[in-house]
């Protein structure tokens, strides 16, 4: 079955430590996109992919890192530089984006990862 | 800038009442496309609905129904005959700029009672 992917569900960290998250999709989309959320809020963008090897920071980037070296992975690395990183994360991808027609692709999204710091 | 406005924190209501959820957006884009995303207990985010800022055009898909006025800058959803299922948290979002960002609200808590 096609769909999105994301590994673990659940991840505890120390203080101090670089974790990665993982975000796989066999939609054959070709953007990719994190966010974040935290309780009773709603998402904030984090980074997006819009092709392979290329990618763009969102609205809260700070503290971490991505990479596109696949169409169909884009994981997250959540640095010792973020300083708040306990959160609910959400991988979404969405199907080729035409460039003369903005927002038309409908992003869908894996189940998350829940993200804690001990 | 854009932004999302879901004033409803969380509503209740029993089995088999209707329920609107309210919807208010910004932003200075002639050409914009607003969603609504569910997102039960497990976390997942389910795409519900997409509409484009050229079509007004209520939309009805069983007991759900969407109803979008640009005058107001509204896009409401409303479930009839609510079931326990459709408890749940109901975000609305607005796409913007290149790479088809979305801006979400702060999502309203669904809760059904039997």
């Known amino acids: 079955d096609g769909g999105i992917t994301q590994s673990p569900k659940y991840l505890f960290r120390k203080e101090g430590q670089n974790v990665t998250l993982s975000c796989e999709q066999n939609l054959n989309h070709d953007a990719m996109y994190w966010y974040r959320q935290d309780p009773g809020q709603g998402l904030r963008l984090i980074y997006y992919?819009?092709?392979?090897?290329?990618?763009q920071k969102g609205d809260i980037a700070e503290g971490y890192s991505v990479s596109r070296e696949k169409k169909e992975s884009f994981p997250l690395t959540v640095t010792s530089a973020q300083k708040n990183p306990t959160a609910f994360y959400l991988c979404?991808?969405?199907?080729?984006?035409?460039?003369?027609?903005?927002?038309?692709?409908?992003?869908?999204f894996g189940p998350g990862t829940r993200l804690t710091v001990l | 800038a854009q932004k999302v406005t879901q004033a409803q924190t969380e509503i209740s209501v029993v089995e088999k009442e209707d329920v609107t959820l309210d919807c208010v957006y910004e932003?200075?884009?002639?050409?914009?496309?607003l969603f609504w995303y569910k997102q039960p207990p497990s976390g997942e985010l389910v795409f519900l609905i997409r509409?484009?800022?050229?079509?007004?055009q209520n939309e009805i898909s069983g007991r759900y129904s969407w109803n979008f006025q640009k005058s107001t800058s509204s896009f409401n959803f409303t479930i009839t005959a609510s079931q326990v299922v459709d408890s749940a948290v109901y975000f609305c979002?607005?796409?913007?700029?290149?790479?088809?960002?979305?801006?979400f609200g702060a999502g309203t808590i669904l809760r059904v009672k039997s």
């Open positions: 992919s819009q092709i392979v090897n290329d990618f």
């Open positions: 979002a607005l796409s913007y700029g290149y790479g088809n960002k979305l801006v």
């Open positions: 979404a991808s969405s199907a080729p984006t035409r460039t003369s027609d903005r927002g038309t692709d409908t992003q869908y």
């Open positions: 509409r484009n800022s050229f079509d007004e």
């Open positions: 932003t200075r884009d002639t050409t914009y496309y």
